[in-house]
Every structure is written in C-alpha cells, then in structure tokens.
C-alpha cells in the first residue's frame, strides 16, 4: 500500500459518491432517479460516473490537478451526450482524492489545504482548456473589469494572460471565491465539503441513505445562495430557491412541490450537489456504509 488507503479504494468511494448524488431522489432542481431535463439524463451521471473511474484511480498515484480535471472531462464526455455532468466535482474531489493518499481521514482536510496551494500555472491553463471540453457555458456577468474580462473564460486571451500573469489554479480560484461557492472550498479548507459529509454520515445513522442525501441537499441550499443558479440566472433567483429550501424545512412547503417547481421553472442548483458529492466522498472514507 503507498499510504493509508489503496488508489483502487478511494476510486472507489469517489465514483460511488457520484453515483449516490445523482441517485438521491427528489432532489429539488437536479437530475435524479425520476427527473430527467432535456438534454441531461440521469443515465449520463451514471455513465459519467464510470467512465472516469481510471482517471479517479490515477489521481491517487500521479497527475497535476489541471490535468486531471482536463483528462476527466474529455472521460465524460466519451461516455455520454448529456454534456458537464461532474466538472465541479472534480474540482473537489481531485485535491481530496490526492489527500487521502497521504495519510488518515483526521488529516484529510489539512492535507487538501496544502495539495491544493502547491498548484501550478500549468494546472490553470489546463482547467481553463477543460471548460471548452465539456461545453461549460455560463452567464457572463456585465460588470467585469479589463483584468477580469481577459481572464474570463470564454476569453480567447485567457490561457495566455494565465501565463504571462504567473496565475497559479489556486489563484484563479481565489479570485473567483467571491462568486463560486465550488472555488471557495479551495480557499475556505473545504469548509462546506466537510460541513456536508458531517450531515450525511450523521442522517444516515438515523435513517435510509437516499434521505440522508436529499435532507443534506435542501439543508445546504437553505444555508447558501448555489452560485450555479447565480451564474445561469442572477442572485435574486438562487435567493428566490434559498428561501423554498428553508419553506420546505419549516414544513410551509412539501419537498415534492419544491421538486415539482423548480424542474418546471428549469432552475437546477448544480453546485449544493457537487457539495454532497464531496461530502459523500468523505463520509465513505470515514466509514459510512451504504
């Protein structure tokens, strides 16, 4: 064994973690085990899923981050039509994926902390050409600035500002903390990724794993405006979705109807579930039995 878990193992937790989520069901806005959206079927998570096991267990032994985040994109997409099914969770669980393999889940966090500081400039530029893989297209915001505009994504100039300005992967996702809650986990030790795993082992002790996932799913989308509907919409629809999740907890709304809503309203919350993904995956590692 090259350290406290196996490369086979955590590969392992990681695509079932995948798997989990996208089977939680309702899961208010995302695709699950009874809702499919148009162009994205619950098929393409699974598929998704599996397809990108090698590059999971290879995290483990070798790999920058960008380029792991890159090689599972290109993964993904050979594996199914439904497009970004997992980008953001690879931002999570490769840096998690790379801890674990150092030592013991009481180190898993600190050890993610340092992974993730020790990015380099190539990582960004390998992230950045990972967005048009998986066909990642968002809401561009109008108010950016020069510098920020030429480090947009969609910038044809981004890669090589990237590296003329020395922006490490750790870097872009400082900058972009302010408006992604998945970027923020890099920069907040992945607070809300442990915060979650912490919910989930927790309900699962009381109850069935699907409820565990999905009262784990709405209790974090009633704690945080999901920046996913932020950058597809703006912030007063991912508040508009906060305040349903806190109806549905203060019983003023079934969970079912929240569901029912926001798939008609075509508002899915892409960010809380890659959280739950994370947080599945270290729940797993900690013990947590199916």
């Given amino acids: 064994m090259d350290g406290y878990f196996t490369p086979s193992f955590l590969a392992r937790c990681a695509a ?12 208010p806005g995302n695709v699950d085990r009874d809702h499919d959206y148009a162009g994205t079927r619950y098929e393409d998570f699974l598929a998704s899923a599996v397809g990108v096991y090698p590059v999971l267990e290879k995290a483990c032994r070798e790999g920058g981050i960008g380029s792991l985040i890159l090689e ?25 994926l790379k801890a674990a393999m150092l030592g013991p889940p009481d180190r898993l966090r600190e050890n993610a902390i340092d992974i993730v500081k020790e990015t380099t400039v190539e990582d960004a530029v390998d992230f950045y050409r990972a967005f048009s893989v998986v066909d990642v297209r968002m809401k561009r915001p109008q108010d950016l ?16 500002e990237l590296r003329k300005r020395g922006i490490t992967l750790y870097g872009v996702m400082q900058a972009s903390s302010k408006n992604d809650m998945i970027a923020r986990e890099w920069v907040d030790g992945f607070r809300r990724s442990f915060k979650a795993a912490d919910k989930i082992f927790t309900k699962r002790r009381a109850g069935t794993m699907n409820d565990a996932i999905v009262l784990s799913y709405l ?6 405006p999901d920046t996913f509907i932020v950058k597809k919409y703006d912030m007063d629809k991912a508040l508009y979705v906060q305040g349903l999740a ?12 929240l569901s029912h809503r926001l798939y008609i309203e075509k508002i899915n919350p892409g960010s809380t579930a890659d959280l739950i ?10 013990g947590m039995k199916v």
């Fill in 16 to 27: 079932l973690a995948m798997i989990l989520e996208v089977s939680g069901t309702p899961k």
């Fill in 277 to 286: 993904i994370a947080g599945l995956f270290i729940a797993l590692l900690n």
């Fill in 219 to 224: 209790e974090l989308l009633a704690e945080e």
């Fill in 246 to 257: 806190i109806d549905v907890l203060e019983r003023r709304m079934t969970l079912r109807e």
């Fill in 145 to 160: 600035g020069e510098a920020e505009r030429a480090l947009d994504v969609s910038s044809e100039s981004a890669i090589d």
């Fill in 72 to 96: 599972a994109s290109g993964e993904s997409v050979r594996w199914q039509g439904g497009g970004n099914t997992h980008f953001g969770a690879y931002i999570l669980l490769f840096p998690l």
